[in-house]
């Protein structure tokens, strides 16, 4: 990918992924464990209401 002049390459790209992954994937543990712990439907509802 070029963008006014700079070429970004495969590595950059993803670098720019993996930042995006790893909070999603830290933030979809904490949930899971916190639906585990209190119940699905209380955790779906907390976060519906929101």
């Not at 006014?4 to 992924?17: D, F, K, N, P, R």
Request: glycine share 18%.
């Amino acid at each position: 990918m070029c963008d006014a002049g700079h070429c970004t390459g495969s590595t950059e790209v993803q670098w720019i992924g993996n930042a995006y992954l790893l909070p999603l994937g830290a933030v979809e543990r904490i949930g899971g464990a916190l639906g585990d712990h209190q119940g699905r439907k209380r955790i779906f509802r907390a976060d519906s209401d929101g």
